[in-house]
Protein backbone atom coordinates (compact mmCIF):
# COMPACT_ATOMS: atom_id res chain seq x y z
CA UNK A 1 0.00 0.00 0.00
CA UNK A 2 1.73 3.37 -1.20
CA UNK A 3 -0.99 5.56 0.43
CA UNK A 4 -1.94 5.85 4.03
CA UNK A 5 -5.77 7.34 4.63
CA UNK A 6 -6.68 8.52 8.09
CA UNK A 7 -9.85 10.34 9.04
CA UNK A 8 -10.22 12.39 12.34
CA UNK A 9 -11.99 14.99 13.69
CA UNK A 10 -13.20 16.40 9.94
CA UNK A 11 -9.25 15.97 8.63
CA UNK A 12 -8.41 13.21 5.96
CA UNK A 13 -5.27 12.73 5.97
CA UNK A 14 -3.19 11.17 2.84
CA UNK A 15 0.41 9.82 3.49
CA UNK A 16 2.61 8.79 1.00
CA UNK A 17 4.21 5.23 2.10
CA UNK A 18 7.13 4.75 -0.20
CA UNK A 19 10.11 6.05 2.49
CA UNK A 20 12.59 3.02 0.72
CA UNK A 21 12.17 5.13 -2.58
CA UNK A 22 11.80 8.66 -1.58
CA UNK A 23 8.38 9.06 -2.11
CA UNK A 24 8.94 8.45 -5.79
CA UNK A 25 6.00 8.41 -7.93
CA UNK A 26 5.08 5.12 -9.48
CA UNK A 27 1.65 4.62 -11.35
CA UNK A 28 0.42 2.59 -8.43
CA UNK A 29 1.54 4.98 -5.78
CA UNK A 30 -0.38 8.00 -8.21
CA UNK A 31 -3.65 5.83 -9.01
CA UNK A 32 -3.96 5.25 -5.14
CA UNK A 33 -3.66 8.67 -4.43
CA UNK A 34 -6.10 9.66 -6.82
CA UNK A 35 -8.35 7.79 -5.33
CA UNK A 36 -7.71 8.71 -1.63
CA UNK A 37 -8.34 12.64 -3.16
CA UNK A 38 -11.75 11.11 -4.63
CA UNK A 39 -12.44 9.32 -1.73
CA UNK A 40 -11.78 12.41 0.84
CA UNK A 41 -13.89 14.78 -1.71
CA UNK A 42 -17.00 12.43 -1.51
CA UNK A 43 -17.41 11.64 2.09
CA UNK A 44 -19.38 14.20 3.81
CA UNK A 45 -17.50 14.15 7.14
CA UNK A 46 -14.12 15.24 5.50
CA UNK A 47 -13.86 19.64 5.91
CA UNK A 48 -9.74 19.14 5.05
CA UNK A 49 -7.72 17.40 3.24
CA UNK A 50 -3.79 17.08 4.02
CA UNK A 51 -1.14 14.92 1.88
CA UNK A 52 1.81 14.22 3.84
CA UNK A 53 4.82 11.60 3.19
CA UNK A 54 6.57 9.39 5.31
CA UNK A 55 10.69 9.06 5.38
CA UNK A 56 12.97 12.23 5.07
CA UNK A 57 12.15 13.41 1.47
CA UNK A 58 8.42 14.23 0.74
CA UNK A 59 9.15 12.92 -2.99
CA UNK A 60 12.12 12.24 -5.22
CA UNK A 61 9.35 12.33 -8.23
CA UNK A 62 8.25 10.31 -11.04
CA UNK A 63 9.82 6.83 -10.98
CA UNK A 64 11.13 7.11 -14.34
CA UNK A 65 11.74 3.41 -14.93
CA UNK A 66 7.78 2.72 -13.70
CA UNK A 67 6.19 1.04 -17.04
CA UNK A 68 7.90 2.94 -19.30
CA UNK A 69 8.03 0.56 -22.75
CA UNK A 70 11.81 0.08 -23.96
CA UNK A 71 13.52 1.96 -26.25
CA UNK A 72 12.18 0.25 -29.60
CA UNK A 73 8.68 0.09 -28.35
CA UNK A 74 8.37 3.87 -26.86
CA UNK A 75 6.48 6.67 -28.72
CA UNK A 76 5.23 10.35 -28.03
CA UNK A 77 1.57 9.33 -28.54
CA UNK A 78 2.44 6.56 -25.39
CA UNK A 79 3.63 9.50 -22.89
CA UNK A 80 1.52 11.85 -24.46
CA UNK A 81 -1.30 9.99 -23.18
CA UNK A 82 0.32 8.00 -19.88
CA UNK A 83 1.52 11.78 -18.92
CA UNK A 84 -1.68 13.62 -19.40
CA UNK A 85 -3.82 11.25 -17.31
CA UNK A 86 -1.54 10.73 -13.94
CA UNK A 87 0.37 14.05 -14.40
CA UNK A 88 -2.33 16.20 -15.50
CA UNK A 89 -5.87 14.82 -15.20
CA UNK A 90 -5.47 14.13 -11.34
CA UNK A 91 -3.56 17.01 -10.45
CA UNK A 92 -5.99 19.30 -11.64
CA UNK A 93 -8.91 17.23 -10.42
CA UNK A 94 -6.98 17.64 -7.10
CA UNK A 95 -6.41 21.23 -7.32
CA UNK A 96 -10.25 21.35 -7.80
CA UNK A 97 -11.90 19.39 -5.14
CA UNK A 98 -14.12 21.98 -3.59
CA UNK A 99 -12.44 21.19 0.04
CA UNK A 100 -9.67 22.92 1.67
CA UNK A 101 -6.18 21.47 1.21
CA UNK A 102 -3.03 21.53 2.86
CA UNK A 103 0.75 19.65 1.70
CA UNK A 104 3.07 18.98 4.40
CA UNK A 105 6.85 19.18 2.34
CA UNK A 106 9.81 17.89 4.08
CA UNK A 107 12.96 16.72 3.10
CA UNK A 108 13.37 17.01 -0.97
CA UNK A 109 10.33 18.00 -3.28
CA UNK A 110 12.33 17.38 -6.74
CA UNK A 111 10.41 17.75 -10.23
CA UNK A 112 6.86 15.64 -9.81
CA UNK A 113 7.11 16.30 -5.96
CA UNK A 114 5.95 19.90 -7.30
CA UNK A 115 2.72 18.17 -8.61
CA UNK A 116 1.85 16.55 -5.46
CA UNK A 117 1.99 19.88 -3.08
CA UNK A 118 0.98 22.60 -5.71
CA UNK A 119 -2.43 21.92 -6.32
CA UNK A 120 -2.94 21.80 -2.85
CA UNK A 121 -4.42 25.16 -1.37
CA UNK A 122 -1.63 25.73 1.40
CA UNK A 123 1.72 24.35 1.78
CA UNK A 124 3.25 24.25 5.24
CA UNK A 125 6.94 23.25 4.91
CA UNK A 126 9.89 21.80 7.00
CA UNK A 127 13.06 24.00 7.22
CA UNK A 128 14.74 21.17 6.01
CA UNK A 129 12.63 21.73 2.68
CA UNK A 130 14.15 21.97 -0.75
CA UNK A 131 11.96 22.37 -3.90
CA UNK A 132 13.46 21.79 -7.52
CA UNK A 133 13.02 20.76 -10.65
CA UNK A 134 15.98 19.58 -12.63
CA UNK A 135 13.83 18.48 -15.56
CA UNK A 136 15.62 20.82 -18.23
CA UNK A 137 18.65 18.57 -17.63
CA UNK A 138 16.58 16.07 -19.45
CA UNK A 139 15.87 18.74 -22.62
CA UNK A 140 12.73 19.63 -21.18
CA UNK A 141 11.20 22.81 -20.06
CA UNK A 142 10.00 21.36 -16.88
CA UNK A 143 7.40 19.01 -15.39
CA UNK A 144 3.90 18.12 -16.61
CA UNK A 145 2.02 20.75 -14.34
CA UNK A 146 3.97 23.85 -15.01
CA UNK A 147 2.75 25.66 -12.16
CA UNK A 148 6.22 27.57 -12.00
CA UNK A 149 5.36 30.80 -13.01
CA UNK A 150 2.04 31.18 -10.87
CA UNK A 151 3.89 30.06 -7.69
CA UNK A 152 7.37 31.87 -8.17
CA UNK A 153 6.73 34.56 -10.74
CA UNK A 154 8.19 34.65 -13.71
CA UNK A 155 11.88 35.82 -13.33
CA UNK A 156 12.22 33.06 -10.17
CA UNK A 157 10.66 30.69 -12.44
CA UNK A 158 13.41 31.14 -15.03
CA UNK A 159 16.14 30.43 -12.22
CA UNK A 160 15.36 27.91 -10.78
CA UNK A 161 14.49 25.84 -14.59
CA UNK A 162 17.36 27.48 -16.20
CA UNK A 163 19.60 26.25 -12.99
CA UNK A 164 17.90 23.37 -11.89
CA UNK A 165 19.13 24.49 -8.12
CA UNK A 166 16.63 24.01 -5.29
CA UNK A 167 14.53 26.37 -3.60
CA UNK A 168 15.11 26.63 -0.08
CA UNK A 169 11.81 26.76 2.43
CA UNK A 170 12.55 30.11 2.97
CA UNK A 171 13.18 30.91 -0.43
CA UNK A 172 9.82 29.43 -1.37
CA UNK A 173 7.72 31.29 1.67
CA UNK A 174 9.25 34.89 0.15
CA UNK A 175 7.40 33.98 -2.95
CA UNK A 176 4.53 33.35 -1.60
CA UNK A 177 4.49 29.44 -2.64
CA UNK A 178 5.03 28.17 0.82
CA UNK A 179 2.18 29.50 3.83
CA UNK A 180 4.59 29.14 6.26
CA UNK A 181 8.16 27.59 7.29
CA UNK A 182 8.72 24.93 10.64
CA UNK A 183 11.20 23.42 12.44
CA UNK A 184 11.44 19.54 11.07
CA UNK A 185 9.92 18.07 14.31
CA UNK A 186 6.99 20.77 14.71
CA UNK A 187 6.18 19.91 10.39
CA UNK A 188 2.91 17.63 11.28
CA UNK A 189 2.12 19.02 14.64
CA UNK A 190 1.84 22.93 13.15
CA UNK A 191 0.29 21.28 10.01
CA UNK A 192 -2.68 19.26 12.06
CA UNK A 193 -3.23 22.87 13.94
CA UNK A 194 -3.66 24.60 10.85
CA UNK A 195 -5.73 21.64 9.56
CA UNK A 196 -8.15 22.28 12.31
CA UNK A 197 -8.35 25.88 12.52
CA UNK A 198 -9.80 25.95 9.07
CA UNK A 199 -12.52 22.56 9.82
CA UNK A 200 -13.84 24.84 12.23
CA UNK A 201 -15.06 27.09 9.58
CA UNK A 202 -18.19 26.66 8.17
CA UNK A 203 -18.03 24.08 4.95
CA UNK A 204 -19.99 25.79 2.54
CA UNK A 205 -17.96 29.23 3.03
CA UNK A 206 -15.09 27.44 2.81
CA UNK A 207 -15.89 25.87 -0.89
CA UNK A 208 -16.75 29.22 -1.72
CA UNK A 209 -13.84 30.81 -1.24
CA UNK A 210 -12.18 27.98 -2.59
CA UNK A 211 -13.79 28.10 -5.58
CA UNK A 212 -13.56 31.92 -5.69
CA UNK A 213 -9.63 32.05 -5.80
CA UNK A 214 -9.58 29.03 -8.21
CA UNK A 215 -11.90 30.84 -10.52
CA UNK A 216 -9.64 34.18 -10.37
CA UNK A 217 -7.06 32.29 -11.13
CA UNK A 218 -8.47 30.65 -13.99
CA UNK A 219 -9.73 34.03 -15.70
CA UNK A 220 -6.07 35.01 -15.58
CA UNK A 221 -5.18 32.24 -17.37
CA UNK A 222 -3.72 29.25 -15.16
CA UNK A 223 -5.94 26.83 -16.32
CA UNK A 224 -5.37 27.62 -20.47
CA UNK A 225 -1.71 27.89 -19.56
CA UNK A 226 -1.42 24.98 -18.00
CA UNK A 227 -2.97 23.23 -21.08
CA UNK A 228 -0.83 24.81 -23.35
CA UNK A 229 2.22 24.50 -21.50
CA UNK A 230 1.81 20.82 -20.80
CA UNK A 231 1.88 20.29 -24.92
CA UNK A 232 5.47 22.46 -24.72
CA UNK A 233 6.38 19.29 -22.42
CA UNK A 234 5.41 17.32 -24.82
CA UNK A 235 7.72 18.62 -27.82
CA UNK A 236 10.68 17.92 -25.18
CA UNK A 237 9.73 14.11 -25.16
CA UNK A 238 9.85 14.61 -29.17
CA UNK A 239 12.57 15.94 -29.57
CA UNK A 240 14.25 13.43 -26.72
CA UNK A 241 12.96 10.25 -29.03
CA UNK A 242 14.64 12.07 -32.21
CA UNK A 243 18.21 12.71 -30.49
CA UNK A 244 18.51 9.65 -28.17
CA UNK A 245 15.49 7.32 -29.09
CA UNK A 246 14.64 7.44 -25.20
CA UNK A 247 14.35 10.02 -22.29
CA UNK A 248 17.13 11.02 -20.79
CA UNK A 249 17.39 9.32 -17.69
CA UNK A 250 20.80 8.90 -16.58
CA UNK A 251 21.70 11.97 -14.34
CA UNK A 252 18.17 12.38 -12.75
CA UNK A 253 18.28 9.02 -11.65
CA UNK A 254 21.71 9.00 -10.24
CA UNK A 255 20.66 11.92 -8.15
CA UNK A 256 17.42 10.03 -6.93
CA UNK A 257 20.29 7.31 -6.03
CA UNK A 258 21.75 10.12 -3.82
CA UNK A 259 18.32 10.01 -1.46
CA UNK A 260 17.78 6.88 -0.56
Not at 2 to 10: A, M, P, R, T
Not at 187 to 202: H, Q, V, Y
Request: charged share 25%; aromatic share 8%; proline share 5%.
Amino acid sequence: MHILYEVKDGIATLTLNRPEAANAQNAALLDELDAAWTRAAEDAEVKVIVVRAEGKHFSAGHDLKDRWPGPDEITLEWIYRAENRRYLEYTLRWRNVPKPSIAAVQGRCIAGGLMLCWPCDLIVAADDAQFSDPVVTMGIGGVEYHGHTWELGPRKAKEILFTGRPLTAEEAEKTGMVNRVVPRAELDTATRELAERIAAMPAFGLRQAKRAVNQTLDVQGFYAALQSVFDIHQTGHGNALSVSGYPILAKLDEMKEKLR
